[in-house]
């Protein structure tokens, strides 16, 4: 069984940084593979934040691009979400999501982890 484990979370002041990883635990970094990051703030719809393919390559929520950046490490089993210039509205439980054979019929999904950015 596949898991997948966020890590990189907490509260950070508006203009700050952090760097969110998930760690798979399998091996299902294939080259096709699709990776994508996810975040619900309280009270909405989760919303798509970012993904990497090798279909796409990276691409990006508008409200977010240009301070966040996908990228994977699949020597360590992780993907990761580097945020820059966090905004108040960036506060939201962040999931990762994988797709190992890129083909939208099995993927899965990490637990979460809570972003804060204080104004």
């Known amino acids: 069984q596949v898991q997948l484990v966020e890590s990189g979370g907490g509260l950070v002041q508006a203009g700050g940084s952090l760097r969110l990883s998930c760690v798979a635990s399998?091996?299902?970094?294939?080259?096709?593979?699709?990776f994508r990051w996810y975040r619900q703030a309280p009270g909405k719809q989760r919303e798509f934040v970012a993904v990497?393919?090798?279909?796409?390559?990276?691409n990006y929520a508008d409200s977010v691009k240009g301070r966040f950046t996908i990228s994977r490490d699949d020597a360590k089993n992780t993907v990761y979400l580097q945020m820059n210039s966090l905004k108040p509205e960036d506060t939201a439980v962040y999931r990762c999501?994988?797709?190992?054979?890129?083909?939208?019929?099995?993927?899965?999904w990490g637990q979460g982890t809570q972003v804060t950015v204080s104004s």
């Open positions: 999501n994988i797709d190992p054979a890129g083909r939208g019929v099995v993927a899965y």
């Open positions: 399998g091996s299902i970094f294939s080259i096709d593979a699709i």
């Open positions: 990497m393919s090798r279909a796409v390559g990276t």
